[in-house]
């Protein structure tokens, strides 16, 4: 329902209030180092007229003749090396005519020439004599007789470096013109000369280069009064000739010889229309002259905010959905009383805690992770030791001979039996430990990923996060140590207690079988016998004798094997998983409590409250991204009652 002077008038409201809070666009190098970078711009979201073209061109003419007045820096080589954003408010006629700058908000200028030399002085003082920024300088002028519009004025496109200039400076005007107008809300004025072939214009390749169908380009031909004698431009006026889909205004600028001569620009106004309407070429056409400019820009950008107003809407409640999770995620204020810090304290702790088992009681990267450890890792683990090795011919032959000394067993020799059998439960302690650290570094991997992740304020205050994760990883190691020497003790009681029921079934068993063993069947034919020889075994009685003992030792250490298969896993549960639940900040919590203790029993102490405010010192980034949301959230609800108030 809003008219075009009423789109206007918001739209430039809503890009003042971005140039009050800091928002030009993600290439703003001081909202960057204020925090705001990757932060929702509303400027990018907002339509915007972008001008650009070469050295000379008349670009400077051109805005100077929309405003009505002469107030940018002049000279030769390049003379803009800052962009300047450039806001133009229409007041009443009876408001007082002003221009201010936002490096000097309570500063107004009355005077043009001011306004010139501070453009000329603000670049000065930032950039020195040569180099460039892309870093705006914001001007906003309020006057009865300029139309509502906002236009970026980029430094001209140059081919080459003059002396002083670094030698990247070609390169670094035309990637600054590229970020300015590759937006897809920046209408694009290409400035080009009309004494220049318009096929090699520069300002019209890099338009063509970001908007290839030239759906918000508009061409603007200027000097069309010092073209040779004989030839016009009325071809590309009418847009026969470099067409462009919306087509060119003509205009003519004051001359050198004009400026000098102090011709105002009311004047140029009138002599620019009387060269047109007295030219052949020209006369009857309808987009010549700075007033048609001015009518053309602006219908053009009333037509792009009203199509663009409902994604603007939509812009401007996600970014303030999405600033208002991230002001959460990041807290409030650092904490000033002692009461506000331990509860902040103890807060994340149970956090950290609660994220912590939720992790645990998950599937991937999760309690999945230990029950692969217990299915997998352990029972490989166990598989790669040397059982075959210890209950081989030759090893059972030996440990059975050097069991009896110096006086032989008489029936069954049982000190063979208990070697054999210790060596093979031996072989499990490395297993179990091993399968102790897998889980201890599983725990400590979900630690650090919630530390990391699922608490994000922790990420506010570095010493805290620190103190989290030490305090949690010293209680893993504690634990582990815990779990570590419970399995070790599980393997030694295997080794220190041999229970004789199992051989009594053994040969309860292999009686009933026909007096055989099933492991002991001996390898046939010549391995056979190449074992045996090793072994220094005389007779096939002796050989079938230390099978069916390494068969025995083998058959009790494999039940015990499947036994610790189940009883490992739960102790590394039990001493490991279970036990740390709720329990590794118990230490830090202790610590806390303990301060606060020692703080109400002296009244003279700040320990705790030292303590505390060590633990809550907040990175000074943190401290800037969030006053940097913080001001991009109040443009945002601003800007979304300013735009429900319009509509």
């Known amino acids: 329902s809003l008219g075009e002077t009423g789109l206007l008038k918001l739209v430039n409201k809503l890009q003042a209030s971005c140039t009050l809070l800091g928002d030009t666009g993600s290439g703003d190098s001081a909202d960057g180092a204020a925090g705001g970078v990757d932060l929702p711009s509303l400027w990018e979201a907002l339509p915007s007229i972008v001008v650009v073209g070469g050295q000379s061109s008349g670009k400077s003419s051109v805005l100077e003749a929309v405003v009505g007045h002469d107030f940018l820096p002049r000279g030769s080589g390049i003379v803009t090396r800052r962009p300047l954003l450039l806001q133009l408010i229409q007041t009443t006629s009876a408001a007082e005519e002003y221009g201010t700058f936002l490096h000097k908000k309570n500063q107004k200028f009355h005077d043009y020439e001011q306004i010139r030399r501070e453009i000329d002085a603000e670049t000065h003082r930032s950039l020195g004599k040569y180099s460039i920024s892309s870093d705006p300088i914001n001007l906003t002028i309020r006057s009865p007789s300029v139309p509502n ?6 430094p001209g496109l140059t081919k080459v470096a003059v002396e002083g200039q670094p030698a990247s400076i070609v390169r670094d005007i035309e990637n600054m013109a590229r970020q300015f107008i590759q937006g897809k809300n920046a209408i694009i004025l290409a400035v080009t000369p009309a004494n220049a072939d318009a096929a090699t214009s520069d300002a019209l390749r890099l338009a063509k280069e970001v908007d290839p169908a030239g759906e918000r380009t508009i061409g603007v031909l200027t000097k069309l009064d010092i073209m040779d004698r004989g030839t016009d431009a009325h071809l590309i006026l009418t847009n026969r000739n470099a ?11 004051r001359s050198q010889a004009d400026i000098d001569g102090k011709k105002n620009l009311a004047s140029a106004r009138r002599a620019e229309m009387e060269f047109f309407t007295s030219h052949p070429a020209y006369r009857g056409l309808h987009n010549v002259g700075t007033p048609a400019l001015s009518k053309k820009l602006s219908t053009f950008l009333e037509k792009t905010i009203r199509d663009q107003i409902p994604h603007i809407q939509n812009f401007v409640l996600e970014g303030i959905q999405a600033l208002q999770a991230e002001l959460r995620s990041l807290g409030g204020p650092a904490m000033a009383s002692r009461g506000e810090m331990l509860h902040m304290v103890l807060t994340l702790c149970r956090e950290f805690d609660r994220a912590y088992e939720t992790l645990l ?3 991937k990267n999760g309690g999945e992770s230990i029950l692969g450890v217990f299915e997998s890792g352990l029972k490989d683990s166990i598989h790669k030791q040397n059982f075959k090795g210890i209950f081989s011919l030759a090893n059972v032959a030996t440990t ?7 006086q032989p067993h008489l029936i069954a020799p049982e000190m063979g039996y208990r070697r054999l059998i210790e060596q093979g439960l031996g072989l499990l302690r490395a297993p179990c430990e091993r399968c102790v650290d897998d889980i201890h570094q599983l725990l400590c991997g979900m630690v650090q990923r919630v530390v990391g992740e699922s608490v994000p304020m922790l990420n506010s205050f570095r010493v805290l996060k620190t103190e989290v994760l030490s305090a949690s990883l010293n209680t893993l190691d504690k634990l582990k140590e815990e779990a570590k020497a419970m399995v070790v003790t599980m393997v030694e009681m295997e080794k220190s207690y041999l229970t004789a029921e199992f051989f009594r079934n053994l040969e309860a068993t292999e009686a009933a079988a026909g007096g055989a063993p099933a492991a002991a069947a001996a390898p046939a034919g010549e391995a056979a016998q190449s074992s045996s020889t090793a072994a220094g075994i005389s007779s096939d009685f002796e050989e079938k004798h230390l099978r069916r003992i390494g068969a025995h030792c083998s058959a009790y250490v494999k039940s015990v094997v499947m036994q610790m298969r189940q009883t490992v896993p739960k102790a590394c549960v039990y001493c490991q998983v279970q036990a740390s639940r709720g329990s590794l900040l118990e230490a830090l919590t202790t610590k ?39 001001r991009r959230l109040e443009l945002l609800n601003n800007a979304r009652d300013d735009i429900a108030a319009a509509l």
């Open 149 to 154: 519009l906002t236009l970026v004025d980029l």
């Open 400 to 406: 059975i001979n050097e069991a009896d000394g110096y």
């Open 361 to 363: 009681d998950r599937g």
């Open 243 to 253: 067409t462009l889909k919306h087509g060119w205004i003509g205009i003519v600028n």
């Open 592 to 630: 806390v409590a303990s301060a606060a203790v020692d703080s109400v029993s002296s009244i003279h102490s700040n320990k705790e409250k030292d303590y505390l405010a060590r633990l809550l010192e907040e990175d000074e980034s943190v401290a800037r991204r969030r006053d940097a949301c913080a």
